[in-house]
């Protein structure tokens, strides 16, 4: 019996998607222009990285030629590779271009809501809101309460927030109410229960996510951000392919912050690795343990955390490479009848103004030993995916998706 996997670079766009416009992105492209920066020496970093971006596997893979399908080849890619997958781009239907809604659209799930965001004014969140956060988590107040860098809010607000107890709560232009707390001060389960209770406060508003962002530090040794972040997420919409494979007893391994993401529900077995490297190395001893009619869903964040948020051109690329790097190791995993799917959810172009996700296409490069190479084209859902799958699972098909 085959095997899935399902592996998501967070925010890895390949070209603007046709709605772009809309969401004020048009002209946006984060494999598109970190290629050209890097071709053209502007993507370069001190004992980081040098020269052109360097992703032989993946463009092996197809992932030069499926950025053509979405607009443009990128700069430094051949056009006349032979790859040895089928590659294609996927547009979103879904009216966002937030983390859960992809990865829901990606799953086979029909997400036909738009989610609630927070006003850029100060103070963003509404009275009610505020107050019944105060009230529930016996706090003393709140900082912030307005959009912000998070790095840059915890650097602002830290100390006052050690010194009262008072929580720091910031958006983005994202559906997102995040809550940042000092580990040790205030208490990392103390957190969680407070951005639990904010999920409650948020579900009629219909926002994307809670996140809980804890950190540690003073303000004499500087602020950082912990590895103990924890997504409160809406639940997804049904029948997607998480649900069709628990139904069914298969094997799940949710990697990364895809039990966040789909609020833990049909999620199997779920491991977070504290940075791209972690989350890789539980991908492959998942692999070798996965059995026949198993799936492996992953999440890599850092590429939208860690470079594109901080429109960090220099560090995505070394990332990326860092990731082609360690493709081998997995590709030499797979059994004959294994497909493997890698994709992203939104984009977050680094050379973008603000830092915001862009509304983008994203990539399709679909491996199976004994899949032919061939072109998927440009596909009108990221649900085409979850179809896929579930067809090579032999599970019942999402009701959204055509499989390729």
Not at 67 to 89: H, N, R, Y
Not at 265 to 284: C, I, P, S, V, Y
Request: overall charge negative; hydrophobic content about 40%.
């Amino acid at each position: 019996m085959p095997r899935a996997l399902l592996i998501v670079l967070d925010s890895f766009g390949i070209g603007h998607a046709p709605d772009a416009r809309d969401f004020g992105d048009e002209g946006a492209n984060t494999l598109g222009h970190i290629a050209a920066a890097c071709h053209a020496g502007h993507g370069d970093s001190a004992g980081l990285r040098a020269g052109a971006l360097r992703l032989p596997v993946l463009e092996g893979l197809g992932l030069g030629l499926a950025a053509q399908t979405a607009g443009s080849l990128p700069a430094g890619f051949a056009a006349d590779i032979k790859p040895c997958g089928a590659f294609g781009s996927a547009i979103e239907t879904a009216p966002g271009k937030d983390t859960p809604s992809g990865h829901w659209e990606m799953a086979g799930a029909g997400v036909d809501f738009a989610p609630g965001y927070f006003p850029a004014a100060t103070p963003s969140f509404p009275a009610t809101l505020t107050e019944a956060l105060i009230r529930d988590g016996a706090l003393p107040g709140i900082l912030g309460n307005c959009h912000a860098s998070g790095t840059q809010i915890i650097a602002d607000f830290g100390t006052e927030h050690m010194r009262t107890g008072k929580p720091i709560c910031y958006t983005s232009v994202d559906s997102v109410l995040q809550i940042a707390a000092h580990e040790e001060t205030f208490g990392l389960q103390r957190l969680y229960e407070l951005c639990y209770m904010a999920r409650r406060l948020c579900d009629p508003l219909k926002i994307g996510r809670v996140i809980a962002r804890p950190f540690v530090g003073t303000d004499a040794t500087g602020f950082r951000r912990t590895a103990h972040r924890k997504d409160f997420a809406m639940p997804p919409p049904p029948g997607h392919l998480l649900d069709l494979a628990s139904a069914a007893g298969r094997a799940i391994v949710s990697i990364g912050k895809i039990g966040d993401i789909f609020a833990h529900r049909a999620t199997g077995q779920e491991l977070k690795g504290a940075d791209n490297d972690a989350n890789f190395d539980h991908m492959l001893a998942a692999l070798q343990s996965l059995p026949e009619g198993g799936l492996i869903f992953a999440n890599f964040v850092d590429f939208d955390s860690e470079y594109g948020h901080r429109r960090d051109v220099a560090g995505y690329a070394a990332a990326l490479e860092r990731f082609d790097a360690r493709l081998p190791a997995l590709l030499a995993h797979l059994n004959p009848d294994d497909l493997m799917i890698i994709t992203a959810d939104h984009g977050n172009d680094p050379t973008w103004r603000g830092t915001d996700h862009t509304r983008e296409q994203v990539p399709i490069l679909a491996f199976s030993p004994n899949l032919p190479a061939r072109s998927l084209g440009q596909r009108k859902t990221f649900a085409d995916m979850g179809t896929t799958l579930a067809q090579h699972l032999g599970l019942p098909v999402p009701e959204f998706g055509i499989a390729f």
